[in-house]
T-cell receptor
Framework: AAGVIQSPRHLIKEKRETATLKCYPIPRHDTVYWYQQGPGQDPQFLISFYEKMQSDKGSIPDRFSAQQFSDYHSELNMSSLELGDSALYFC???????????FGDGTRLSIL | DAKTTQPPSMDCAEGRAANLPCNHSTISGNEYVYWYRQIHSQGPQYIIHGLKNNETNEMASLIITEDRKSSTLILPHATLRDTAVYYCIVSPDSNYQLIWGAGTKLIIKP
């Protein structure tokens, strides 16, 4: 079965650079979620979109923005990167209405 | 903050049933119980979820107490590949952020 696709799998950036992470949800899933997982930590919710509109917002820094496009894929844009942004970034998708979120394999972002 | 409490770690012998408890004493009437697991830095994997009734799928069984204040995830025949951190999460439905607690690190031993 098709799963959530994230790209790139690994990304190395330097401080103050920008990065864009992409997420392609499971077909027919209309809701996308972004999570950040720092080293040794549990996932933290960043932001979600339903039908291309922001549906919920968590601990997403102002330096980050995201959107969901007409084909339901989503992009997380990160600017002025800091060392503390080094983490695994997971995207999940769902069909809503009590259906579970299904996660991609994540993007490992390393800031040098 | 997470609304669930889980033991930080558990061991289980390979081939035996692994029973993972979760307390969610403040669960609301419209909140589901979801179980996920994460195998070393991989994406969290959905296991099972339920509202009131016990549930079973190809991976596991979920037993929810009648008062819904606790639940148990059962892996019927644990294998070494089941070694992971298991998270119990309560949420109104999937269109809400998942709030992750510390989970239970389950180690399956040969």
């Amino acid at each position: 079965a098709a799963g959530v696709i994230q790209s790139p799998r690994h990304l190395i950036k330097e401080k103050r650079e920008t990065a864009t992470l992409k997420c392609y949800p499971i077909p027919r899933h209309d809701t996308v979620y972004w999570y950040q997982q720092g080293p040794g930590q549990d996932p933290q919710f960043l932001i979600s979109f339903y039908e291309k509109m922001q549906s919920d917002k968590g601990s997403i820094p102002d330096r980050f923005s995201a959107q969901q496009f007409s084909d339901y894929h989503s992009e997380l844009n990160m600017s002025s990167l800091e060392l503390g942004d080094s983490a695994l970034y997971f995207c999940a998708s769902s069909t809503g209405s009590s259906q579970p979120q299904h996660f991609g394999d994540g993007t490992r972002l390393s800031i040098l | 903050d997470a609304k669930t409490t889980q033991p930080p770690s558990m061991d289980c012998a390979e081939g035996r049933a692994a029973n993972l408890p979760c307390n969610h004493s403040t669960i609301s009437g419209n909140e589901y119980v979801y179980w996920y697991r994460q195998i070393h830095s991989q994406g969290p994997q959905y296991i099972i979820h339920g509202l009131k009734n016990n549930e079973t799928n190809e991976m596991a069984s979920l037993i929810i107490t009648e008062d819904r204040k606790s639940s148990t995830l059962i892996l019927p025949h644990a294998t070494l590949r089941d070694t992971a951190v298991y998270y119990c999460i309560v949420s109104p439905d999937s269109n809400y952020q998942l709030i992750w607690g510390a989970g239970t690190k389950l180690i399956i031993k040969p």
